[in-house]
């Protein structure tokens, strides 16, 4: 009895351990063990898998709201571009132009692109900015990667002709994508039709020879066309004297010296001689010379100022400063009001004014497009030296008085 009961308690308690044991040896593999992380997108926020649920319809219910709006408006600009059916807002404009297949981002109008466009324009010396055209003319019809150049006119997007006189914006235009050229300006002209008894509006130009009959006596060599009146003017007012026609010409700098508080006041000028003028700093540059304080003493003459205004001393009296291509000129880059020493020789001089002149002699050689008058003047009282340029199509060279 004693072993059997020995025996049954002994087998009782190591059953009862081992199952103690085993127990524990469950519960502490279950506390080491990490749960899963959540993958919902919205855990982070610390919602519940519930209100995940919500908010990924509401996303998605977003999205497809924003889907259907672009392909209405889509829908609706091709639409619109029906006859009849025209849409004015800049919502539908843009959606039309995704419609189009020759409509381009204006990030393809590349600076290069640009240049190609307007650099006929720009003249031999490449620093023209501007262009003088009468009413109804075209733009330069001129295309690069697709591109062509259109004016800017007010009321409208873009023109192939300038619509009226004034000075306007070029753009490139491919499709509906434009871009403006930023240093360029189209000029349209003020026909000379509205002179009327000598004058533009209040401003007296007077009258060109035989523009009321008669024949001129201009140089058998030169072109016909150069002793002709100006077909129009260039209206200049207050706001825009300033405008650039080329890298160191402005419009004022080429007006009349005369009622100075007339406004608006009128210019003829010809690009042609604005870029011979550059071609001939460039070559003195070129040269060491700084060009920087180049002057105009005298640019466009109105007929009536040439003929009785200021010092008419020296003055012809069919004077290329009426037609205008003509300008006198000094270099003042230390800004003393007198020509500058060009040749270094300690003097200020004409022989400074033939420092231009031997530019302008090379200028022709290499452009005999641009031959004309070249004279230098010495100092008198009132001005220093200075060098008259001119482009009247036939070569002429004096010294002093006259010929220009």
Do not use: C
Not at 100 to 110: H, K
Not at 202 to 228: F, I, M, S, T
């Amino acid at each position: 009895m004693r072993e059997g009961g020995n025996s049954g308690s002994s087998t009782g308690a190591a059953q009862g351990s081992t199952a103690l044991v085993g127990d524990l040896e469950r519960l502490a593999a279950e506390a080491s063990t990490i749960p899963a992380a959540r993958r919902g997108r919205w855990y982070r926020a610390g919602l519940s898998p519930r209100i995940e649920r919500r908010l990924d319809i509401a996303s998605a219910a977003v999205v497809l709201l924003l889907v259907a709006g672009w392909v209405w408006s889509i829908a609706m600009a091709v639409r619109g571009r029906l006859p009849g059916m025209g849409i004015g807002s800049t919502a539908a404009t843009m959606a039309a132009s995704l419609t189009r297949a020759d409509a381009s981002n204006t990030a393809f109008l590349t600076d290069a692109t640009l240049e190609a466009l307007v650099g006929g324009l720009r003249g031999a010396s490449g620093k023209l900015r501007a262009e003088v055209v009468a009413p109804g003319e075209p733009v330069a019809d001129t295309s690069v990667n697709g591109a062509k150049l259109r004016v800017e006119t007010p009321g409208t997007s873009a023109s192939e002709t300038v619509q009226r006189s004034g000075i306007f914006r070029l753009v490139a235009a491919i499709g509906t994508a434009l871009k403006p050229v930023g240093d360029f300006s189209l000029i349209g002209m003020v026909p000379r039709s509205q002179k009327q008894n000598g004058r533009v509006g209040l401003y007296y130009v007077g009258n060109w020879p035989g523009e009321k009959g008669g024949r001129v006596k201009a140089p058998n060599k030169a072109p016909p066309d150069r002793y002709q009146p100006p077909p129009g003017f260039i209206e200049v007012t207050k706001a825009n004297a300033d405008t650039r026609i080329s890298d160191h010409f402005r419009l004022r700098d080429f007006l009349t010296h005369d009622q100075a508080n007339v406004w608006p006041k009128y210019l003829v000028v010809q690009m042609r001689n604005v870029d011979k003028l550059e071609l001939v700093l460039s070559d003195l540059a070129e040269r060491g010379i700084d060009v920087s304080g180049i002057v105009v003493m005298s640019g466009f003459r109105t007929p009536q100022y040439n003929e009785g205004g200021g010092n008419t001393g020296g003055r012809a009296s069919l004077s290329r400063h009426m037609y205008g291509d003509a300008a006198d000129v000094f270099i003042d880059s230390n800004h003393d009001g007198v020509m500058d020493d060009l040749n270094h020789d300690g003097k200020i001089n004409i022989a400074d004014s033939r420092v231009i002149q031997q530019a302008v002699d090379r200028v022709e050689a290499a452009h005999p497009e641009l031959v004309g008058g070249a004279g230098v003047y010495p100092a008198e009282s009132g001005h220093g030296p200075f060098i008259h340029i001119d482009s009247r199509g036939y070569r002429a060279r004096w010294v002093g008085s006259g010929g220009g």
